[in-house]
């Protein structure tokens, strides 16, 4: 039998009669891991021009401090789920922790670009435990009847770290230098572990054997998304044969992760969970507004700085406007569901982000600053109902051995939605405007390129609603209890 290494306190699972303090100290817990690893990508963003002139580096250089963290958490996604399916979720939530913390220390103190970008690799590994155990941990300790509301508070945490990111920063390197923006998250970083350890609810014991983790499939999971991600971020938007090479090797890869799951006795994926149409569609769904999203914050600082000619402070306070939506509708889309089903929030979540990318899609740039809010306040609310719906929708009657794998395939569809989105679309909008050298744009055919690209992306969530609606089924089929997950 496997103890946990570190005792939790004798919190009753859900649906017992667990006090609703205990559920507030969780989930204050769970949010506080949910802001620190969403601003651990935001808030690196702002510092590359200034890492650029630290380490006398070129940008193609200091944006793999931005890309390590994310390929860290995209390879890591279903792996970690799995881990704390069969390790315990509070164990490895707690180790998640520690090491986001320990390598945001080695971040700061890194006297090299390059141990820089390994430590934020490390960073990267923890977010992901840290990011994608919260939602399994939701299902575990908060009542069915207010799954809705946690996982609003959760997607409220996650807009809240994003967009306190670029203006936190900012700040710190203008006082502190850059190494602040990695310090800042140490004492985050021990307040959340604290709260962790001391008030999520003890692991289950449970048996692990040699045969419990498959390392084969999880190997080939990692290189093949890892393939895939350098596949479509590698060029910034000039695909060559490298991309192709590498975009070839994550084909073989799927190939090859299906072949061994459909051998191995222990899988880390049951691909038969993909004949639930309800979970297909949720993650298909869910990687098309991921990159519907990433369009808005990598096509919206091109058109404020060369169609509407914004400074870069102002850039930055308009680029605000879309995560604070998030943040003001994530708890009350949570109510929303709880009181009227997710599956109608959702359908409701898809059609405001397509009427919003339609609206932006026509919408002339005479209008300015007005007519660029108007149409982004509508994709953002959408995308925070969607969100926290669709979360609910899936995760409300997942039986709990399969918690943790289908966290993590939820939010490798969404990293995989976010990478796809800043090449493809970013890729449209350069095409279509033209902007093959950003440093003299065109606005009239910069505005042409945004106008565009929504349109595009306002035909992806036609397609979405498609096959929400198409795969919607009263609740997800479940496996027996004792099935392998």
Known sequence: MLKPAIDGPNVPPAGSSESPVSIRWVLASLSLSMLLSSLGTSIANVGLPTLAQAFNASFQEVQWVVLAYLLAITTLIVSVGRLGDLMGRRRLLLTGILLFTAASILCGL?????????????????????????????????????TGSAMGLLGTMSAIGTALGPTLGGVLIAG???PAIFFVNVPLGILAFLLAQRFLPADRQGSVTANGFDRMGTLLLALTLAAYALAVTLGRGNFGPLNFALLLAAAV????????ESRTTSPLIRLALFRDRALSGSLATSALVSTVLMATLVVGPFYLTGALGLETAMVGLVMSVGPVVVALTGVPAGRMADRFGPQRITFLGLAGIAAGSFFLAMMPAAFGIPGYIAPMMVITAGYALF???NNTAVMADVPVERRGVISGMLNLSRNLG????????????????????PSTPKPDAIATGLQITFA???????VALVIAMASRIPSMRKLPAGAPS
């Open 110 to 146: 890194s006297p090299g670009l390059w141990l820089l970008i390994a430590a934020r690799a490390v960073q990267g590994l923890g977010a992901a435990i840290m990011m994608f155990l919260t939602m399994a941990f939701v299902g575990e300790t908060v009542p069915k009847a207010k």
């Open 418 to 437: 976010l990478i796809t989105g800043a090449s493809v679309m970013g890729a449209i909008f350069a095409i279509a405007s033209a902007a093959t050298n």
């Open 176 to 178: 502190l230098g850059w």
């Open 253 to 260: 890869g799927v190939g090859l992760f299906v072949l061994t």
């Open 456 to 462: 595009v992306a306002g035909i992806l969530m036609v």
């Open 387 to 389: 969100q926290t719906a």
